[in-house]
T-cell receptor, first 115, second 113 residues
Framework: DAGVIQSPRHEVTEMGQEVTLRCKPISGHNSLFWYRQTMMRGLELLIYFNNNVPIDDSGMPEDRFSAKMPNASFSTLKIQPSEPRDSAVYFC?????????????FGSGTQLSVL | GDSVTQMEGPVTLSEEAFLTINCTYTATGYPSLFWYVQYPGEGLQLLLKATKADDKGSNKGFEATYRKETTSFHLEKGSVQVSDSAVYFCALSASGGSYIPTFGRGTSLIVHP
């Protein structure tokens, strides 16, 4: 089991540029989550997919953020245009099914720095 | 709505000291409760969980008991090691909703030799 795979591990970009973060969930997992972690705000849920369908995107900060899950093995989080306040660690997580006792498996995260 | 409140850190201890990290929650229905740990430079990973009242979750010497009467799920370890230095997150997942876990802010633990 390779775990949840995120890429890139680190991304440095300039304000105004487009940023795309990628995630490969664990095979067979039906739920996928994107989180953002900062010192100020802690761990924030951005969007949640179940069976490739977005279920809750109320945490997406604004229209600059978009997420897709074209199939069960791949998801992207895009920021266009990026701003310095988007600097954070972005985590992808997956779980096997929708259930209250299901644990999440997290990737190692993408450290994003927007200059 | 659902919420999780953890004690603020950092918690700084000497090796072999006793650890308690407090966690209380507010939820509708009957939530499952979790502790996750995040080591430096890594993602969160499950440490332990409990799914019903009076259940005790345990792993790697850590324990937490689901207390419905006090809506708490405090994390304890009898003797911490330097390698336990990490950030600990309390979380819940409540039934009757969207199954989206709710996380606390995290508590940083620093253990000195």
């Amino acid at each position: 089991d390779a775990g949840v795979i995120q890429s890139p591990r680190h991304e440095v970009t300039e304000m105004g540029q487009e940023v795309t973060l990628r995630c490969k969930p664990i095979s067979g997992h039906n739920s996928l989550f994107w989180y953002r972690q900062t010192m100020m705000r802690g761990l924030e849920l951005l969007i949640y997919f179940n069976n490739n369908v977005p279920i809750d995107d109320s945490g997406m900060p604004e229209d600059r953020f978009s997420a897709k899950m074209p199939n069960a093995s791949f998801s992207t989080l895009k920021i266009q245009p990026s701003e310095p306040r988007d600097s954070a660690v972005y985590f992808c997580a997956s779980s096997q099914k929708q259930a209250t006792n299901e644990k999440l498996f997290f990737g190692s995260g993408t450290q994003l720095s927007v200059l | 709505g659902d919420s999780v409140t953890q004690m603020e850190g950092p918690v700084t201890l000497s090796e072999e000291a006793f650890l308690t990290i407090n966690c209380t929650y507010t939820a509708t229905g009957y939530p499952s409760l979790f502790w996750y740990v995040q080591y430096p430079g890594e993602g969160l990973q499950l440490l332990l969980k409990a799914t019903k009242a009076d259940d005790k979750g345990s792993n790697k010497g850590f324990e937490a008991t689901y207390r419905k009467e006090t809506t708490s799920f405090h994390l304890e370890k009898g003797s911490v090691q330097v390698s336990d230095s990490a950030v600990y997150f309390c979380a819940l997942s409540a039934s009757g909703g969207s199954y989206i876990p709710t996380f606390g802010r995290g508590t940083s633990l620093i253990v000195h030799p």
